[in-house]
């Protein structure tokens, strides 16, 4: 269960045990059994989706760092995040999970994964073991594309996926082919974002169940945040002036899309339902909320 403290008009998020330590138990017990870790991250948002949770977790085991929704993040800002990580020599790709036509992209992380996995390879050469499997598990935080990711690889929906976070609640594994197994895990948050604006962030990228957040709260965070670091964006989406409070911003839209309660009022909330959702789905253009 997740709390949301407002105190101070803040977004404060903690979580007491429950689903989430779960999955750490899981991700804890089974890596053991995989070679290379898939550790997805939101290209939006490549350090604040980062788990600081999995250093430890993922005991020293190789890693490739996907930025997935890269469609969804401006292009000049992955490369510069890409060139980032791989100056700390992470192997990392942006990754668009929903792009079946992506050959090009699937056939580098089947290299890179494979790259990583050469330690075990020579190992069990050495050993004699003819076994050339890889295993594979993929973790990250909740809707990150995680189980999309796995069905691009192989090429048809085997893991179930949705537009929500908390989807997939167990472990799965998924044979890809001959030499590539991949095991699915339920996504998994830290025990407190004490950072608000990191709260923020994930909230409207959607990483957060929406019973926890305020979204007409969030969606005001998120009218300021694009008039401040992508000014003409809500301009152009809704033809309203941005330059005014978030609210009236909020209330012109409500009044576009003909969001009324029954009295005639504006419905502020699902404005801002509506709001978020655009956002999400990159109706607002392409935005990378970490700056480099
Ligand atoms: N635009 C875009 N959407 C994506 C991408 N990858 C996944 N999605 C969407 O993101 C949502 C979440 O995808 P899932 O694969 O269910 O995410 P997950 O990480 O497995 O989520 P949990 O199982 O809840 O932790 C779905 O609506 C996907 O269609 C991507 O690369 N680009
Ligand atoms: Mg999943």
């Known amino acids: 269960m997740y709390q949301i403290d407002l105190s101070g008009g803040f977004l404060v998020i903690n979580w007491f045990p429950g689903h989430m330590t779960k999955t750490e138990k899981l991700i804890k017990e089974n890596i053991k059994w995989v070679d290379v870790v898939l550790e997805l ?35 000049k800002e992955t490369q510069k995040w890409l060139n980032f990580y791989r100056e700390q020599s992470y192997a990392v790709i942006a990754f668009n999970a929903l792009q079946n036509k992506g050959q090009g992209a699937k056939k580098k992380l089947y290299v890179l994964a494979r790259k990583q996995a050469q330690a075990e390879l020579c190992r069990r050469q050495k050993k ?3 076994n050339q499997v890889i295993r594979l598990m993929t973790v990250g935080i909740p809707n990150v594309g995680k189980s999309t990711l796995i069905n691009n690889l192989k ?15 167990g472990k799965q594994w998924i044979r890809i082919d001959n030499d590539l197994e991949l095991l699915d895990m339920p996504g998994i948050l830290w025990p407190k974002i004490a950072d608000p604006i990191i709260g923020y962030k994930l909230a409207v990228t959607g990483a957060i169940k929406e019973e926890i957040y ?3 709260q969030l969606a005001l965070w998120l009218l300021d945040w694009l008039k401040q670091n992508k000014p003409g964006r809500i ?58």
Do not use: H, M, W
């Open 214 to 216: 305020d979204s007409l």
């Open 41 to 75: 991250v939101d290209a939006r948002l490549p350090v604040s989706s980062k788990n600081p949770l999995l250093q430890e977790v993922l005991e020293e085991k190789p890693v490739v760092l996907v930025l997935n929704k890269a469609d969804l993040a401006e292009r």
């Open 128 to 130: 004699g073991i003819k």
């Open 155 to 169: 090429g048809r929906g085997v893991a179930t996926t949705g537009n929500k976070p908390g989807v997939t609640k």
């Open 235 to 292: 301009r152009q989406r809704y033809q309203v002036a941005e330059e005014q409070e978030a609210v009236c911003v909020l209330e012109t839209l409500c009044q576009k899309r003909g969001v009324l309660k029954r009295g005639g009022d504006f419905d502020l909330e699902q404005g801002a339902n509506i709001l978020l959702a655009e956002f999400r789905s990159g109706k607002l253009g392409r935005v990378t909320l970490d700056v480099y």
